[in-house]
Structure formats: C-alpha cells, structure tokens
Nanobody, 117 residues
Framework: QVQLVESGGGLVQAGGSLRLSCAAS????????MGWYRQAPGKERESVAG????????YYAVSVKGRFTISRDNAKNTVDLQMNSLKPEDTAIYYCTCLGPGGVRYWGQGTQVTVSS
C-alpha cells in the first residue's frame, strides 16, 4: 500500500503561481512513475504531468507545457508541481498519483486550485 497526501492548493489570480506538493508513505521503495492529474467540474480527469523514478524523463500535457514543472525527490518520497502563468482554465481539483507495487495506481485525496480572472 502507498498513501499520498497533497498540499499547496488555493486561490490565485490569473498569471500567478502555485506550487503543489505530494508526500508518499508506505511501500515507497517500489513506487515507479509519479505524477499529477486534474479534474475540472463537468470534465473527465486528465493527466497533467508525470515523472519516472530516475527523474530523467518528465512528460506534460500540451496545455501546461512551458508553464508547469514537475520535480521529484526520491529521498523524501515527494513529487512537486510548480505552476506558473496560471489561467482560469487551470481551475480544477489536482490529484497526485503513482504506480505502486504490482503496477497498482494510487491516488491522493486531491487539492483544489482556483484561478480567478
């Protein structure tokens, strides 16, 4: 089992920045890719960014590329998402996720990000 706890969401004006953090606990020695998804009201959950265990490979949704940066610290079992130049369309609940033992995907409880225009 892996537990994920997010922090750092909030309300920000368009053009502003927020940093989301996610801390993993439990069987973290076998955690593979980690990343962030988001779900806006009335929309499906979508992938935002991900990073592999080596931290060599990161991937981003087209809509956030160049504005968001994902980072990972395996020693602390954390994954962060730095979000710059935020837009109202970035408003959503952001979920931390990881691939745990046996390839099972785990999810955090989510953190609300609201960007006002």
């Amino acid at each position: 089992q892996v537990q994920l706890v997010e922090s750092g969401g909030g309300l920000v004006q368009a053009g502003g920045s927020l940093r989301l953090s996610c801390a993993a606990s439990g069987r973290t020695f076998s955690v593979g890719d980690m990343g962030w998804y988001r779900q806006a009201p009335g929309k499906e959950r979508e992938s935002v960014a991900g990073i592999d265990r080596s931290t060599k490979y990161a991937y981003y949704a087209v809509s956030v590329k160049g504005r968001f940066t994902i980072s990972r610290d395996n020693a602390k079992n954390t994954v962060d998402l730095q979000m710059n130049s935020l837009k109202p369309e970035d408003t959503a609940i952001y979920y931390c996720t990881c691939l745990g033992p046996g390839g099972v995907r785990y999810w955090g409880q989510g953190t609300q990000v609201t960007v006002s225009s």
